[in-house]
């Protein structure tokens, strides 16, 4: 189990909300596993908390469909199966297709200079392979659009959408070849949103997600 840290407690949240945001948190950033094992009295010691408020946790997280408890085994990583995944990113494609081009129908001058300096930002990050930053500044280009496409009930099902799968980015944005291509496809949506071609950035947004989709069904199902 990768170390978790001791938290840094909220004097305005219950502990317990503290240790489930934490544990969500980790297990979202792959830093807890997928079919890996919870043990209480591990991650208490981890997160410098008793057991009870972890207890609660793990609890609250099965019931987000995140951990899985097995009778006499205990808790679990919930996988995700490739069905499910397909599921998620081929509703997260055709619902990013439709925000891309509502952005260029609806985009403004200072929607597309923040596009342009988040895929600077996005580029360094790319090249220096700060995986924080790379996907920070990726949700961030991503959020951009859905605030140009001035839908706040679209960008909302993308972004739970896009959660159920986020486990699973860091494998992609992580390789050198995969990290490279998105830095052209963000190029690609970027300029249609900027020349306002409403089919081309529905195209181009669409082929984003399709070709993650391939590459995690390739390397994050196995």
């Known amino acids: 189990m990768d170390s978790l840290t001791k938290l840094n407690l909220d004097d305005y ?28 009295v591990q991650l208490a010691e981890q997160l410098g908390v008793s057991r009870t408020p972890v207890r609660e946790a793990i609890r609250k997280l099965e019931l987000e469909g995140l951990v899985v408890m097995l009778p006499r085994k205990g808790a679990y990583v919930a996988n995700i199966s490739v069905k499910d995944l397909m599921d998620v990113l081929e509703i997260r494609a055709s619902l990013e297709g439709l925000g891309a081009s509502l952005a260029a129908e609806r985009r403004d001058d200072e929607d597309i200079k923040k596009l342009e300096e988040i895929e600077i930002e996005f580029e360094e990050a790319v090249k220096t392979q700060n995986i924080e930053m790379l996907l920070k500044k990726d949700v961030e280009f991503h959020e951009c659009i859905f605030k140009s496409a001035n839908n706040k009930k679209l960008a909302k099902m993308i972004n739970s959408l896009w959660e159920q799968v986020q486990r699973f980015r860091i494998t992609y944005v992580s390789d050198s070849n995969a990290s490279l291509s998105l830095i052209d496809e963000h190029q690609a949506i970027l300029n249609s949103i900027r020349e306002a071609n409403i089919a081309e950035a529905k195209k181009f947004a669409i082929e984003h997600i399709e070709k993650a989709e391939q590459f995690m069904l390739e390397h994050c199902t196995k």
């Open 13 to 40: 949240k219950p502990l317990r909300d503290v240790v489930f945001e934490n544990l969500r948190s980790a297990i979202l950033e792959g830093k807890l596993k997928s079919g890996q094992r919870l043990m209480e």
